[in-house]
């Protein structure tokens, strides 16, 4: 039974700066204005689920425990600024530049919606009443091919093509308040 709203989310480049291969607690540096963004969605009724390509653990850069250990990391610290971030997905596969069991053509990796499925059947997710935000044209395809209700495209991560894309909105990034509660209104009237 489908229950529940959820807010998408992909992790670098959205949830904290875009850094290559970022898999040390150290080296993370949350955006400004993550927690205010995250606090909205959970005023209204959203449940928020982390998405998030880690192909540096199947090219070997580093290990599944080393991002275990930063997810968990990440995830306290939400929870001190109260706020519970219902579950995290990732995807450690990549097609050609991965190594042994990583190296495949998964349905997890986005654009492939695998991920947000996942998180679907486990938490009983409406996602005609959800969002995806993400950095990357590929979030904005898997959330379009999962059936995400909106796909927002912010600008706090990778450089994009606004006149390419697919996202219905497109913000600076999750700090941008303003615009993310308007989203919401928005998603509030469908």
């Known amino acids: 039974m489908v229950t529940g709203k959820a807010v998408f989310i992909d992790r670098d480049g959205v949830i904290n700066r875009e850094k290559e291969y970022l ?4 080296d993370f540096e949350f ?3 993550v927690f205010d963004a995250c606090r909205m969605f959970r005023d209204q009724g ?3 689920i982390i998405v998030t390509n880690q192909s540096g653990i199947g090219r070997g850069y580093y290990s ?3 991002y275990a250990r930063l997810t968990e990391w990440m995830v306290a610290q ?3 600024q109260g706020i519970v971030i219902t579950d995290v997905f990732f995807c450690p596969h990549h097609p ?3 190594e042994g069991e990583y190296r495949l053509a998964c349905d997890c990796r986005k654009p492939q919606p695998g991920m947000l499925l996942a998180a679907v059947q ?3 997710i409406d996602l005609s009443r959800s969002l995806m935000f993400g950095d990357k044209e590929a ?3 898997a959330g379009h091919a999962a059936g995400v209700g909106k796909t927002v495209l912010v600008r706090s991560g990778h450089p994009i093509d606004e006149s390419a894309t697919a996202a219905e909105y497109i913000i600076d990034s999750l700090g941008e308040l303003d615009a993310v509660q308007q989203i919401l209104r928005r998603m509030d009237n469908v």
């Open 122 to 124: 486990k938490h009983q």
């Open 46 to 48: 959203y449940r928020i």
């Open 139 to 141: 979030d904005i395809q």
């Open 96 to 98: 050609e530049r991965a």
């Open 78 to 80: 939400f929870s001190g």
């Open 64 to 66: 599944e425990q080393e």
């Open 23 to 26: 898999h040390r607690i150290e």
């Open 31 to 33: 955006i400004d204005g």
